[in-house]
């Protein structure tokens, strides 16, 4: 059996045939249910490391392709960049199961919901695969079609309603995409993620198509990615059950979006000759804009999902921003969010999944004194607060710290003062909630939702431990060659751009 | 002309025959037979077609197309049968939809009180399935007259089976219609005759002129053709006719008959007037017709309430890509994207061919199940008839042209070569043609997302039925798997040419 073939393959099918069998099993048969999603779960987590081993002890390329007779080939190839989102999408996949079997017990429909909650991973492992733009393409069309019915699992008017928000905005994305895709491939046939400077070779007279491809492929990512003006969807689709925002704002629907945009500017067109066509400027003025209506947004929001979900629109643009500044460490610190902020924000969102599965808290005017009464779960979400906001030694720091570094030496020092800002606005809607949490008392009695032996379900509380822990760590030891910010430099190192 | 190797024989009969002479035979047989020796007999016929049908693919794969006449006459005397890779495509995807169609209609129709129905269904169905496979062999104008005759009475006929006042106004419409255009067709080769007293397509191809009253002909011929293919503006008989006929019989109609005409128009278009008579501007009125049928089909889909009428209207906006064949053609310098185009319209035309079969099947599920097809009868069926759900889910991913179906590799290559061939305002047909089909088929899905407990669903359906949509709606995906095949077949050397460019 050769494994650099079908690796990449089983990774894929680990959840896909997972998702597959478990829309066919009875609603009743629970156990059966969870077993195979984690068996599934776990399977993909082994498969990334050893993966990781082979590729990067190894040097072991894995590469899947086969003709589609369309002019281009369906590629899934690992680079370190696909590896870095696959560890991130496998591992935060096992722990939002774990988590969802704790959140849905004894909800109806749970096997539509893991059905597709599966399928989401799989198209999110396809999307971190994918070796060209077409691939890409493919799961990333299938992830909106496979979210959707996450969206709308509460069947409430309300959820159809974001549901149907959501669609629109996704497929006018998809179909954005599609004509970007299409375009590209017209100009310079099929190109490979492995071969940039394709783009830089056309003639002078493709400039201006060049150009507009690129802002058709932006607009059609930054959907996804939640670039404002594009981001009105995100918000909306909080009325989904806690693992779900959070599996959508960590890696799923966000993070497909956001590593899209790094695909095309590193692996596409090439960060140097899209900064050539003066492309970057704009994107990079689009990101901080992003960054700082996300953060004032978020600023008037009283419940705590869409506080969380107007966070994430900011956060996720750091990654939009840093690359797009052309200096090393923008490159490092774009590409070392993507995994920093999934781990912080996926615990923000199980956490405010416990208040409200709980308690029933959703309100942020509710949360007074919850530090008393649930402060395992204060302490963690206190701890993810701390690492959006950027404190040493948190994951968020880092990110920072590489961000702002990468804008002295890009000569954007303006950046810096977004930067600033947004950690400032960070800090204005984030700090309130911890100050009620653990400093004010609480304004009643306490509603029991469900009772538990710990504050609450253990299923509910492990989840986030480990990713809070992940979030610590990455901070503490982001010096380590194995860290996230150690993969990140390598990639970086990998692409040509750091030192 | 490229005369292939000699065909699979059975005694004197080669397999091109038998693909005419069994559905005729089954035909007249289950007109005979009393019901369940007539069932038998519809579902072995369908069998025997469907896999001389693979036997015919498999030759014409391996040795190339090439031209028969029936007993040996040759032209201009004879009748003469041409197969070619479009000829094979169109036989195989006939053979399966009818194979299928055929095995859910043989459930379908096993309730008492449809008995009645399934008397007349079996026999004008075969006979129809006869029509349509002549129609793709067909190798002389006149015959193609005779041939769309036998297809639009039995396909009207069929439209009026389930005998309800609005099935009959429907098929009454669809009938005077199909009879209209085939006058002018009729005429069209009168014409046609008088100016080259030639029958047989490629003769005619040959010594055709821009004259008027070739232009004339190719003018009545088109018009003709195109109505019966339901292009915005003649579409107004579709929706009722397909709307209100059974299950099966939507399938059928709105699968295949409407590609019988679709076939015969590129048959006109580019073999008996390949290399005079057209002019650009009529090419581009086409596809402006068919821009504009995309747009607005989708849109009538959009806004209908009950599920056959949607899907009804679905195919007069994915009818609609179809024609943006001719303007790209027509108006593209360059030889490659030519065949890029015309490989993706009879994509489309498959992929739409399955997807749109199982839909419809997959409405008569739900029909049997719930007793309507009102869009709010769609909810707790996902629990109930989760097969149901399914073929819908993924009969709309090929509508539309999500990867990796087959309606996506027919968008992907349209959109390929109206962006090659600069004429970027077709490219509103692949983009908000698709953003139209999203909106109603997710105005059809989310249904079955909600739950009501008021009302407790529905009737059981059968295995089979829901089986038979489901598959249909499988191909319709995996073919997009399977496009260098098609690719291949269609680039055979096929008795098409196309002015400007090398055969495609």
């Known amino acids: ?499 | 002309m490229p005369v292939g190797a000699p065909p699979e024989r059975y005694g004197n009969i080669t397999v091109p025959e038998l693909l005419i002479l069994i559905p005729f035979t089954g035909a007249i047989l289950c007109f005979l037979f009393p019901e369940v020796l007539r069932r038998l007999t519809g579902l072995l016929s369908a069998a025997l077609i469907f896999s001389n049908s693979a036997i015919l693919t498999r030759s014409i794969f391996q040795d190339g197309a090439r031209r028969l006449h029936l007993g040996g006459w040759t032209e201009p005397l004879g009748i003469g049968m041409s197969i070619d890779g479009l000829s094979i495509l169109f036989i195989l995807l006939t053979a399966v939809v009818g194979l299928l169609v055929s095995i859910y209609s043989a459930s379908f129709f096993s309730a008492a009180q449809e008995q009645v129905l399934a008397r007349h269904f079996w026999p004008l169905w075969l006979f129809l399935w006869g029509a349509l496979n002549s129609l793709f062999f067909v190798s002389d104008i006149f015959n193609a007259y005779v041939v769309m005759e036998l297809v639009g009475i039995s396909a009207a006929a069929l439209a009026a089976l389930s005998g309800t006042s609005a099935s009959l106004t429907a098929a009454l419409r669809y009938f005077l219609l199909t009879m209209a255009g085939s006058m002018a067709f009729l005429l069209g080769v009168g014409f046609i005759y008088a100016r080259t007293g030639l029958l047989d397509m490629y003769l005619v191809g040959t010594v055709a002129d821009g004259g008027p009253l070739m232009a004339m002909a190719l003018g009545l011929m088109t018009v003709a053709l195109i109505m019966k293919t339901a292009l915005f503006p003649f579409h107004f008989w579709l929706p009722p006719a397909h709307g209100e006929a059974p299950a099966p019989v939507s399938a059928i109609l709105s699968g295949l008959v409407i590609k019988g005409s679709f076939y015969l128009l590129l048959r006109i278009w580019f073999t008996v007037f390949q290399n005079s008579t057209v002019t650009t501007h009529a090419a581009a009125l086409i596809g402006l017709l068919g821009l504009i049928a995309v747009i607005w089909g989708s849109y009538q889909a959009i806004i209908q309430t009950r599920l056959k009428l949607i899907i009804a209207y679905s195919s007069i906006g994915q009818v609609g890509y179809l024609f943006l064949l001719f303007p790209l053609i027509f108006m593209t310098p360059d030889p490659a994207w030519k065949t890029e185009a015309w490989t993706a319209c009879i994509f489309q035309a498959i992929s739409h061919g399955l997807a749109k079969a199982a839909l419809f099947l997959a409405a008569g599920n739900l029909i049997q199940a719930s007793g309507t097809d009102d869009l709010r009868s769609m909810r707790n069926i996902a629990d109930k008839l989760p097969m149901t759900t399914f073929t819908l889910a993924l009969a709309g991913v090929s509508l539309m042209g999500l990867p990796p179906s087959g309606g996506f590799v027919a968008k992907w290559m349209l959109l390929q070569s109206i962006l090659a061939s600069g004429q970027w305002w077709l490219a509103a047909a692949p983009i908000l043609g698709g953003l139209l089909t999203a909106a109603y088929v997710f105005k059809i899905l989310s249904q079955s997302f909600v739950s009501d407990d008021k009302k407790s669903c529905c009737g059981n359906v059968s295995f089979v039925m829901e089986k038979s949509a489901l598959l249909l709606a499988l191909f319709s995906i995996l073919i997009g798997f399977r496009a260098n095949e098609v690719i291949f077949l269609l680039s055979e050397p096929v008795f098409f040419i196309i002015p400007g460019g090398q055969s495609p």
Not at chain 1, 153 to 159: L, M, Q, V
Not at chain 1, 226 to 238: D, E, F, S
């Open chain 1, 1 to 499: 059996m050769n494994l650099n073939f079908w690796l990449p393959i089983l990774m894929l099918s680990s959840s896909f045939f997972t998702g597959l069998i478990i829309f066919f099993l009875k609603e009743e048969s629970t156990a059966l249910r969870t077993t195979l999603n984690l068996a599934g779960s776990i399977f993909k987590v082994f498969a990334v490391h050893f993966m990781a081993y082979r590729l990067l002890v190894l040097d072991n390329i894995h590469q899947v392709s086969f003709s589609m007779g369309l002019g281009f080939d369906f590629v899934l190839r690992v680079d370190f960049l696909s590896l870095m989102f696959l560890a991130l999408s496998s591992n935060l996949w096992l722990v939002t199961t774990i988590y969802s079997v704790g959140y849905l017990e004894g909800s109806p429909n749970r096997s539509r919901f893991f059905g597709f909650f599966s399928l989401c991973v799989t198209a999110s492992t396809g999307i971190a695969l994918a070796g060209n733009l077409i691939t890409f393409f493919i799961f990333y069309e299938f992830l909106t079609l496979v979210t959707y019915p996450l969206v709308v699992h509460r069947e409430t008017r309300e959820a159809l309603e974001a549901g149907r928000t959501y669609l629109w905005y996704t497929i006018l994305g998809g179909a954005l995409l599609f004509l970007g895709v299409v375009w590209l491939q017209v100009i310079t046939g099929p190109l490979d993620f492995v071969d940039t400077g394709a783009l830089e070779a056309l003639g002078r007279e493709y400039h201006v198509s060049l150009c507009i491809i690129f802002l058709i492929l932006v607009m059609g990512l930054g959907v996804k990615a939640a670039l404002v003006p594009l981001h009105g969807w995100l918000p909306v689709a909080m009325v989904a059950p806690a693992p779900v925002s959070a599996l959508l704002h960590a890696v799923a629907v966000v993070k497909a979006g956001a590593f899209g945009i790094v695909r095309v500017v590193f692996d596409v067109f090439g960060r140097d000759f899209a900064g050539f066509l003066g492309l970057l400027g704009p994107l990079a003025v689009a990101a901080s804009f992003t960054i700082i209506f996300g953060s004032l947004r978020a600023l008037s929001q009283t419940d705590l999902k869409k506080r969380l979900a107007y966070s994430t629109v900011s956060q996720v643009s750091y990654i939009t921003l840093g690359t797009a500044v052309i200096a090393y460490f923008s490159a490092v610190g774009a590409i070392v969010h993507l995994v920093h902020q999934g781990i912080m924000k996926i615990t923000l969102f199980f956490c405010a999944g416990n208040f409200a599965e709980t308690l029933g808290l959703h309100n942020i005017r509710d949360l007074r004194g919850v530090g008393r009464r649930m402060p395992l779960t204060a302490i963690m979400f206190t701890l993810a607060v701390f690492g959006m906001i950027g404190t040493p030694p948190m994951a968020g720091f880092i990110s920072k710290w590489y961000l702002g570094l990468g804008a002295l030496e890009g000569g954007s020092a303006w950046i810096l003062v977004i930067l600033v800002v947004s950690s400032l606005l960070n800090s204005a809607y984030f700090l309130p909630i911890v100050y009620s949490m653990w400093f004010e008392l609480p304004s009643g009695q306490w509603k029991t939702i469900r009772t538990s032996r710990f504050e609450a379900p253990l299923m509910l509380l492990v989840p986030p431990m480990f990713t809070v822990g992940a979030a610590v760590f990455a901070g503490l030891f982001a010096g380590s060659n194995w860290s996230p910010l150690g993969l990140a430099r390598q990639i970086a190192f990998g692409m040509g751009i750091y030192p």
